[in-house]
């Protein structure tokens, strides 16, 4: 079972949620897969145990073979490559590593080379098998190094996935194939808004979803009506408090700021295995 | 004329809230919200819509099965997963046009598709600009750039003084495509281990790309210790904390209202965040003073 917990809009409390979920529920695999800030480590503290380098192939044109014909930069579809007079340049912010350009060359003059576009690190504490990933800054692309860490879904444990906020490829990689998907939101025009995204996303790649509204007694009543209206369930309310707000800052989880929050916490995965297996009973 | 970014590397600390009172106190602008996918700054600046504009920039392969001969040369070719049992999967396809190339039938073809709408609009606050993403569509790196071009000629044939940005979250392509070539970045984090993590993170991006670097700490009393930490960390790095703005719930008030705050409430919030804009205006208006 993957549970996802994604949410549109940034610094809702993902993070939060995924690993008081981890820790609840313990013997389980946790990824972070907000591999350009990715947090989760700094409420886990997991042990450290491997790292590996993601390597993507990066092209380099041998300028004594081009004849800046240009037919490298007119197939690129990503704007990644521009050929002067006597030069050709890449733009590593640009490109996406498909290789169109390498094969494209007439002259053979375009060769692939690997470079480290990231790092993922494997650990462990205390039963949760933690994954982790970093995007190096200054290259664009999150999804390499995310779809590398996904490649290490356990299959004797449950996963869960902690997203990047927003709605675009990044969470699509990042909550794909979930078997649930756990929205996180704040009851505000902003945390509606994109809320309504997230859904439309979960919608679009058959995943089911609940929702979980943070700092709940905050801002207004819109969240709930909506949810109540489109029959989506609240799996679980945690209201404003500037003890949790303080403990974040520090980098403790919920669960050791509040510890009433485990058995919630516990209650919830129940919850949401409840809901995968009926819904695998009624498609039969 | 001059562009300003304001960013923050992690979610949630409050970019949109201080763009949106930018927008409130600054004169002679263009506004544009380069946060594609999770866009929020028109909910405070409350637009009206005067025009509305598909984007077809993006594209996806599609495999035309009755000249297809099932050689399986494009999924091999695929670095993206996104072709299997001859079909593509629109979502893992990036439209690089890899198996098109390859195809020996040219049984392929790139075609664009609709990734979603861009709307020119006009507010009281002056021209502004924004997008709405089709669920799970890509290309947000070349929105945003698309997004902030409109913003700069209009800016240019007006002869306004400033572009204001409103970022998204992260270091990745629509952050790349936001801040690459502007002058002023406004960096909003909180003082918590997860905002000062991804402090590093946005400032090591801005000074590669060589924009001037202010930093804000919203909520700063939240956690006074690592507020002092950050305050130490960027006075080594030479980048100007330009303010430091209690937590009052009043913020989420005015969110809530649907006002950029300084025009909802005068108090220590408003007061922080109207001497950052004086700060910032300086800096538009005559680097050399700073």
Redesign the interface.
């Known amino acids: 079972m993957i549970i996802s917990i994604a949410s ?5 409390g993902k ?1 939060t949620i995924a690993t008081s979920l981890a820790l609840a529920v313990s013997n389980i695999q946790f990824i972070d897969c ?1 591999v ?2 990715p ?1 989760s480590r ?1 409420f886990l503290k997991p042990t450290i145990e491997n790292s590996q380098e993601v390597n993507i ?1 990066f092209p380099e044109v041998d300028i004594e073979s081009c004849t800046f014909c240009g037919k490298c930069a007119e ?1 690129c ?2 704007n990644a490559i521009s050929v002067l007079e006597d030069n050709v340049l890449i733009f590593k ?2 490109c ?5 350009c390498k ?2 060359c007439p002259n053979d003059a375009i060769s692939e080379s690997k470079r480290s576009i990231g790092k993922i690190e494997m650990g462990n504490l205390n039963g949760i098998e933690f994954i982790d990933g970093a ?1 190096t ?2 290259y ?3 999804t390499p190094v995310i779809k590398q860490m996904k490649s290490y879904i356990s299959k004797e444990l449950d996963t869960i996935i902690d997203s ?9 990689e990042s909550v ?1 194939n979930s078997d649930f998907c756990i929205l996180v939101t704040e009851p ?3 945390g509606l ?2 809320l309504k ?1 997230a859904i ?2 979960a ?3 058959n995943i089911r979803y609940g929702v979980i509204i943070n700092q709940s007694d ?3 009543n819109k969240v709930k009506e909506f949810c109540s209206k489109k029959g989506i369930e609240i799996l679980l309310e945690i209201p404003y408090s500037r003890k949790i ?2 403990g ?4 403790e989880n919920l669960i050791s700021v509040i510890p009433e929050y485990e058995s919630k916490f516990k209650n919830l995965y129940k919850k949401i295995q409840k809901i995968i297996n009926s819904e695998r009973v009624s498609s039969y | 004329m001059k562009e300003l970014v304001v960013i ?6 409050g970019k ?1 809230t201080i763009t949106a009172s930018f927008a409130s106190l600054a004169e002679n602008k263009v506004m544009c919200d380069c946060d ?3 866009a ?1 700054l028109f ?1 405070l600046l409350n637009p009206t819509i005067l025009e509305e504009e598909e984007i077809r920039f993006s ?1 996806v392969a599609n495999i035309n099965e009755e000249e297809c001969n099932k050689c399986g040369i494009c999924e091999e ?1 695929c ?2 997963k996104a072709i299997s049992d001859f079909k593509v999967d629109p ?1 893992k396809c ?5 198996c098109e ?2 195809c020996p039938l040219d049984a392929i073809s ?1 075609e664009s598709f609709t990734s979603g709408k861009i709307f020119t609009t006009t507010t009281k606050y002056g021209p502004f600009f924004y997008a709405k ?1 089709n ?4 290309n ?2 070349r929105l945003a750039t698309e997004i902030r071009n409109r913003a700069f000629n209009l800016a240019n044939e007006n002869g306004s003084d400033l572009v204001i940005i409103d970022g ?9 495509a936001s801040i ?1 070539g502007t002058d002023i970045a406004l960096v909003v984090t ?6 000062e ?2 402090l590093e ?1 946005i400032i ?2 801005t000074e ?1 790309f060589r924009v001037k670097t202010f930093v804000c700490i919203n ?1 700063f009393d ?2 006074p210790e ?1 507020t002092k930490r950050i305050e130490k960390y960027c006075q080594s790095k030479g980048h100007m904390v330009a303010g430091k703005i209690p ?1 009052n ?1 009043v913020v ?1 008030e005015a ?2 209202k ?1 006002f950029p705050v300084v025009e909802f409430v005068d108090n220590e919030v408003t007061d922080e965040i109207k001497k950052i804009w004086g700060l910032l205006l300086k800096e538009v208006v005559s680097p050399e003073e700073l």
């Open positions: 549109g809009k940034g610094g809702t993070t907000d350009e800030e947090n700094i192939l197939f579809q990503f912010e640009l996406h590593y498909c290789g169109g094969i494209v995007l800054v200054s664009p692309t999150p990047p906020p927003g709605t675009a490829c990044p969470m699509v794909e505000t025009p902003f808004n994109d995204l439309d996303v919608e679009k790649m905050i801002g207004d707000a303080e974040y800052s520090r980098g | 923050s590397g992690k979610g949630g600390t949109t594609v996918d999770a929020n909910l594209k070719n670095r993206f979502i990036e439209g690089c046009g890899v190339l390859v790139l993403l669920p799970g569509a890509g947000t790196g998204s979250p992260g270091i990745g392509c629509p952050v790349i690459t909180e003082p918590t281990l997860s905002g993590h991804d993170r090591k991006l590669y909520k939240i956690n690592i937590y719930p989420t969110m809530t649907g």
